[in-house]
């Protein structure tokens, strides 16, 4: 087990797609997980045009409590105008890291290439997976709990979040690996009740990350 770094960043992270809320409003399901623990939201909406994901920054920024990170994926545009974090995508061939002055920048990453190119870019954290089965990515081999660990082992000191099929009783298993904490899009964005869902993840972390406490590893 590789323990988590220290971070300055909230350890439940909501990833967005709209066409996951079962037809409601996207702000007002973001809002009341919000409410309910959620420190951080990245809007992940690659159909919108900046305009429009610029407004839903808005429209966030007035429901989630003070406080509450935001970044957008993929957008430098928005994120700079906005005020936000960035999210990029695996894949995507970056010469340097953007200049964001404080906000978080960070990359996705699925095998120990694309997590040398994130490190590269001196990245603020990094989200690893997909970890279990998750209907988001229907066909696709999960990465399993193992990777996990081994990209907490190579990217320490830069926090990891584990994304992909997490649910509240896994939440334990990703922690325990090392994660720093988790992404979450669909067990928040369709749960019948956000919020209460998102006061037991946040449960679920706080009670791992203090029974994986201890000794941490000297970087390589």
Not at 45 to 60: I, K, N, Q, S, Y
Request: contains cysteine; proline residues 9%.
């Amino acid at each position: 087990m590789t323990p988590a770094a220290p971070s300055r960043f909230p350890r439940l992270l909501l990833v967005t797609d709209r066409q996951r809320t079962r037809g409601r409003d996207l702000v007002e399901v973001v809002g009341r997980a919000a409410h309910g623990g959620v420190g951080w939201v990245q809007l992940r909406e690659p159909d919108l045009p900046d305009d429009e994901l610029r407004e839903l920054v808005a429209r966030l920024r007035a429901v989630v409590p003070e406080g509450t990170l935001l970044s957008v994926n993929t957008s430098l545009r928005v994120a700079r105008t906005a005020g936000t974090g960035l999210h990029r995508p695996a894949g995507v061939a970056i010469e340097r890291r953007p200049d964001l002055a404080s906000a978080p920048y960070g990359r996705s990453v699925h095998d120990d290439d694309e997590l040398g190119d994130a490190l590269a870019e001196q990245v603020d954290y990094v989200i690893a997976g997909t970890v279990f089965p998750t209907e988001s990515k229907p066909g696709q081999r999960p990465a399993g709990v193992a990777f996990v660990e081994r990209v907490c082992r190579l990217a320490y000191p830069v926090p990891v979040y584990a994304i992909g099929g997490i649910s509240v009783t896994r939440v334990p298993l990703v922690v325990h690996a090392g994660a720093h904490g988790v992404a979450v899009c669909g067990a928040l964005l369709s749960a019948n009740d956000p919020e209460r869902v998102a006061q037991a993840m946040t449960l679920a972390l706080e009670v791992s990350v203090r029974a994986s406490a201890g000794p941490r590893p000297t970087p390589r």
